[in-house]
Every structure is written in C-alpha cells, then in structure tokens.
C-alpha cells in the first residue's frame, strides 16, 4: 500500500484552559495571517473540566486515568456523561493504554482515536489495516486508532520537505502531533501561541494541513483510497 498523495500533516493538542474567559481569550487570539480559533484545536481535559467548558469548545477529547480503565461500568458512565455535553466527541486521551483498555467499549461509545504517550510497539497492529510509514498511530482494531503524542522541532519537518523537493522524490507525507501541555500537564498559553503561529505560517506557504484529532481516521481512509488498489481503510 502506497500514500504518495498523502501531505504533511499536523494536528495540535491541549489542555483545557481553566475558566471560560481563558478558552475564550486561546481561541479569539489573533494568528500572524487568521485568527486562532480557524484552526482545528484538540482540546482534552477530565470530564468534570468538559462539563464547565462552552458548547461551542470545537474538538474535545476526554482524558481518562488508570482506575477509569479499570471498571467497565465507570467508565462507560464516564464517556456518556461526557457525549452528553459534547455529543460530537470521538476522541479519548488515555496516557499509557494496555491489554485490558477497553476497545470494544470504547468504539462501542462511539470513540474513533486515543491520544496516548506512545504506541505499543509490542502490540501488532493488523496488515489489513496498514498505516502510512513512519506516522505515530496504528489501526488498534476495526474503528479505533491509537496516535502517539510528539513534539517534533519544525526544522526537521521543514528539512524532510525540501530534501524530497531538491531530489525530485515524491513526498510521501508526515504527521506530527502537537501537545502543548506545560510540563505539570496544563495548559500554557504561551506553548500554544507558539505552536499556532508556527502552523499558520506554514499553512500560508502551503507546507502543512491541519486537522482535528478526530478528523484521523476519515483523513488517512480517503487519501490511501486515492492510491491503487482502493484502499480498505474505508471500513476502519
């Protein structure tokens, strides 16, 4: 399976900020060409930070802890409560998933990507669900993916596209995910000003696409389906 006509890809993550003033100061933040809040921002935070955030957040993402993934009944209540204030959500942060995270529940829930610290090397995932190389993520099980946290530097992103560029090389696309969190895990507004900026710039030079967290699965299904043979992700 090739995904020649994949682009390079980056998808920002962040912590809620705390009250609704700050939310709204994040995203009406004026960028160096649009407003902030044109970008599709993954917000995550726990279910009691969601419930006290405005309908009109964008992409959220309920963060999950160890004894979440250890009661089946927890927390399915816990992802009902949540959709029932943000009916849209398809996303979960889950920092360190393992055998026993839960994966029918969750697609069950109507979840559709995890946002974790790092794939699970020692999982494999399925060959009939192949995954673009060198990309942070994998195809857990029909319906769900798992994508890694990173905090890549851009001028190696910026170097990767000229080197296919200057040797005439098809460039077969990255994805980088962007976690702005501050060291202690909150939100800094001074790490997402900064990553926002940046992808903005790059946005205008036609160097990047950003997408929502949730956006995943539909974005890598209709660009392996533009590759021959067709693409079987359309069922994932």
Same mark, same amino acid.
């Not at 995910?177 to 992808?199: P, Q, V």
């Not at 699965?217 to 021959?228: G, L, Q, Y």
């Given at each position: 399976?090739?995904?020649?006509?994949?682009?390079?890809?980056?998808?920002?993550?962040?912590?809620?900020p705390?009250?609704?003033?700050t939310?709204v100061?994040?995203?009406n933040?004026p960028?160096?060409?649009?407003?902030?809040?044109?970008?599709?921002?993954?917000?995550?935070?726990t279910?009691?930070h969601?419930?006290?955030m405005p309908?009109d957040?964008?992409?959220?993402?309920l963060?999950?802890d160890s004894?979440?993934l250890?009661?089946?009944?927890?927390? %399915?209540?816990?992802l $009902?409560s949540?959709?029932? &204030? *943000?009916?849209?959500?398809k996303a979960? #942060?889950?920092?360190?998933?393992?055998?026993d995270?839960?994966?029918?529940?969750?697609i069950?829930?109507?979840?559709s990507?995890?946002?974790?610290?790092?794939?699970?090397?020692?999982?494999?995932?399925s060959?009939?669900?192949p995954?673009?190389?060198?990309?942070?993520?994998?195809?857990v099980?029909?319906?769900?993916?798992?994508?890694a946290?990173?905090?890549?530097?851009? %001028?190696?992103?910026? $170097?990767?596209?000229?080197? &296919? *560029?200057?040797?005439?090389?098809?460039? #077969?696309?990255?994805?980088?995910?962007?976690?702005?969190r501050?060291?202690?895990?909150?939100y800094d507004?001074?790490k997402?000003?900064k990553?926002?900026?940046?992808?903005?710039?790059?946005?205008s030079?036609?160097?990047?696409?950003v997408i929502?967290?949730?956006q995943l699965?539909n974005?890598?299904?209709?660009?392996?389906?533009?590759?021959?043979?067709?693409?079987?992700l359309?069922?994932?």
């Amino acid at each position: 399976m090739h995904y020649q006509s994949l682009s390079n890809v980056h998808i920002v993550c962040t912590p809620l900020p705390h009250g609704n003033a700050t939310m709204v100061d994040a995203r009406n933040t004026p960028g160096p060409t649009l407003p902030i809040s044109t970008l599709p921002i993954s917000w995550y935070g726990t279910l009691a930070h969601l419930e006290n955030m405005p309908q009109d957040t964008g992409t959220v993402c309920l963060e999950l802890d160890s004894d979440d993934l250890c009661v089946k009944h927890r927390l %399915r209540m816990k992802l $009902r409560s949540a959709r029932n &204030s *943000f009916p849209a959500m398809k996303a979960v #942060v889950i920092s360190k998933p393992n055998q026993d995270s839960h994966y029918d529940l969750l697609i069950d829930e109507g979840i559709s990507v995890i946002l974790t610290q790092s794939t699970n090397s020692t999982l494999s995932a399925s060959l009939r669900r192949p995954t673009p190389a060198g990309w942070p993520c994998r195809n857990v099980q029909w319906g769900l993916w798992e994508v890694a946290r990173a905090n890549p530097k851009q %001028r190696l992103f910026a $170097r990767e596209f000229f080197k &296919s *560029f200057l040797h005439k090389r098809p460039h #077969v696309g990255t994805l980088r995910i962007l976690d702005t969190r501050s060291k202690t895990g909150t939100y800094d507004h001074k790490k997402f000003m900064k990553a926002t900026r940046c992808l903005q710039n790059l946005i205008s030079k036609k160097m990047t696409t950003v997408i929502g967290l949730d956006q995943l699965p539909n974005f890598i299904s209709k660009s392996s389906s533009r590759e021959r043979p067709a693409s079987i992700l359309k069922a994932a």
